[in-house]
């Protein structure tokens, strides 16, 4: 908890809101502690170009392949201190305990840290990790901006990462056993049924895309009603459409398909002209593809509808399209049986929220343990969790990494 806090204090701003944005100072600030924590804890540290951070700890044999816990240090804006910190911190803890108490693994273990796991700047999320498992196709960045202009794809060639050696930063699949991420849960179901674990199956996608309708900017007190181009209200029909589509998508049975618009532009934005543009970020998730997909593709049918009606312009591009993760079902054994053997009561769930999990996956075995948040609430300064409960996740994180270090998957 002291190391948690001590990440949280970085970035921290009233109401106790953390902003701790990719690439940000204060982003860059929390990983220069946690590097000084991984030192002392004497850790091997190695840090790729993107600047994801792997710290060592040696196991009996070296030269098999290693066993990975981590998360993610960056944070959405005005949001709390647990989401990401509890899995890398966790897992530092986990790995602090089993060398304190020299307890032998045969997998040497890696305290990870990937960068940029939000997509609250770039629109573009779990950079560090989709890096880290080559999962980042040249095509990915061509619409990943932020607010000010400052597209992706030049930040990482500041970095010297470009669409033509990105694939170096692939880990090597045959170095790694698996991959452990501790996390909160980000929703209410493990306080609603009064379980302190939460362990996950598979890890829900979003369809993301920008909708831009061009209409036409208009003086607002000379333009008649009837002459306007509207950019606005052809936004606001659409983000009503899509809020009334995810609702027929929200059952279980039907994929569970949620949907929402959490950033948009408006030009030329001020009260005496009507909208001209309107620049609209979308973010269409669910836990299976098909319907995840086909609402996506309702929605973008509807765009073109809705601009065609009002004779307006409308533009779609592509920000990223994932398939939902399915986790590793080995692992949630080795966690579930360490959950029987020590009688703690979990619910085995499917994670709603996105995690570096979802990368890993792709190259190694994934698991990832939540703990509950206080009344669902994550990405938000409210966003809070038991200490008790993330002292149990990480004791848990610990002895599912000591299994899997020590035994044949
Ligand atoms: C990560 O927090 C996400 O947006 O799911
Ligand atoms: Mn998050
Ligand atoms: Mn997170």
Known sequence: MRDLNA?????????????????????????????????????????DAIGNIFGRFEGIDPKAPAVLAGSHLDTVIHGGKYDGPVGVIGALEAVRTISENRIPVRSSLEVVCFVGEESSRFGFSTLGSSLAAGEVHPEDLTHAVDTQGTKLENVLAG??????????????????????????????ILEAIGKRIGL??????????????KGRADHSGTTPMDMRKDA?????????????????????????????????????????????????????????AQSKNHVARMVKRQARAIAKRRGIGVELLTIREEDPVPLDKRLLRVSRKLCDEKGIDYEIMPSGAGHDAMQMAKITPAGMIFVPSRRGISHNPLEWTDPRDIALGAQLLMETMIRVANEKL
């Not at 944005?21 to 002392?40: D, G, T």
């Open 159 to 188: 970095l010297g990462i470009t669409r033509r050696n990105m694939k170096s930063i692939k880990l090597d699949p045959k170095t790694l056993k698996a991959y452990l991420e501790l996390h909160i849960e980000q929703g209410p």
């Open 7 to 47: 990440i949280g204090r970085i970035g921290i701003g009233d109401h106790g809101a953390v902003t701790r944005l990719v690439f940000s100072i204060k982003e860059l600030r929390s990983r220069q502690v946690l590097i000084h924590l991984m030192r002392q804890a004497g850790l091997n540290i190695r840090i």
């Open 232 to 288: 606005l209200v052809a936004s606001a029909q659409l983000i009503e459409y899509i809020e009334k589509v995810c609702r027929k998508y929200a059952s279980m049975t039907k994929g569970r398909v949620v949907g929402t618009v959490g950033a948009m532009k408006i030009e030329p934005g001020v009260i005496n002209a009507v909208p001209g543009r309107t620049d609209l970020a979308v973010d269409i998730r669910g836990t299976s």
């Open 200 to 213: 996950v199956t598979s890890i829900a996608a979003p369809s993301r895309f920008r909708v831009i309708f």
